[in-house]
C-alpha cells in the first residue's frame, strides 16, 4: 500500500459517478475507476465513501447532503483516497436528479476536475482546523467554525467556494458541458 502520496490528476479529464440516493455507486465512468484503483466490479453496488479521505472533515459531507435531499447542487473541494492509500484533489460539483413525473430525487452525479495547487492550499488549512475541532469537539462544532470563518469573510459557502475555484468562464462552460455529455 502507497501511503500519503498525491494521485497527479490530468487536468484536461474529468471523473463522473452516480449514486442511487443512499450513496450506493451506481456508475463511474473509466478515469474514475483508473483514479481510484478499484475494479469496477469493486466499486458498483458499494457505498461512495469507499473513496472518502480520512482528512476530509465531515461537515462538508454535511453540507452536501443537506443541499442533495432538497434537490439543490453545490460545489466542493474534495481529498480522495485511492485503494492503494494514494489521494487526489477534485472540484466537485454534486447534483440531484429527479423523476420527470414525480420530481422525486432518483440519483446523485458528482462531476469532477483536478484542483488547482492553489485551491488545494488554501482549502487544506480550512478543513485541518475543521477536521481538528471535529475530533475534539464534533461537528457541530465545526458547523458553528464554518459558520463564523464565512461570516468573517462576508461570503456564504457557495460565495467563497466560487470565489475559491474561480466558477467562471472556462472552468464554468466545462462543467456545463460535462453535465450535458452525462445526462
Known amino acids: 500500500m502507497i501511503l500519503n502520496e498525491k494521485i497527479k490528476l490530468d487536468p484536461k479529464r474529468y471523473i463522473v459517478s452516480k449514486t442511487d440516493t443512499r450513496g450506493i455507486l451506481e ?16 466499486l458498483i453496488g458499494r457505498n461512495h465513501n ?4 480520512p482528512d476530509m472533515p465531515k461537515i462538508i459531507f ?3 447532503w443537506e ?14 483516497k485511492a485503494k492503494d492509500g494514494r489521494y487526489y484533489w477534485v472540484i466537485t460539483e454534486f447534483e440531484a436528479k429527479n423523476d420527470p413525473i414525480s420530481n422525486q430525487v432518483t440519483q446523485y452525479t458528482a462531476f469532477r476536475k483536478a484542483a488547482s ?3 488545494i492550499e488554501k482549502i487544506e488549512l480550512l478543513y485541518a482546523k ?12 465545526a458547523h458553528k467554525y464554518l459558520s463564523g470563518y464565512l461570516d468573517d ?10 470565489e475559491l475555484i474561480k466558477n467562471r468562464g472556462l472552468f464554468a462552460i466545462f462543467f456545463k458541458a460535462m453535465k450535458k455529455f452525462f445526462r
Do not use: T
Not at 456508475?27 to 469493486?42: K, T
Not at 475543521?130 to 462544532?141: P, T, V
Not at 469573510?153 to 466560487?162: A, E, L, R
Open 62 to 64: 454535511k453540507l452536501m
Open 67 to 80: 443541499r442533495l435531499q432538497n434537490n439543490q447542487s453545490i460545489f466542493a473541494v474534495v481529498k480522495n
Open 153 to 162: 469573510k462576508g461570503q456564504s459557502y457557495d460565495q467563497y467556494i466560487d
Open 27 to 42: 456508475y463511474g465512468n473509466d478515469y474514475f475507476v483508473q483514479i481510484s484503483g478499484y475494479d469496477e466490479s469493486e
Open 130 to 141: 475543521l477536521k481538528a475541532i471535529e475530533d475534539k469537539s464534533g461537528i457541530d462544532a
Open 117 to 119: 495547487d492553489d485551491v
Open 50 to 53: 469507499v473513496i472518502r479521505h
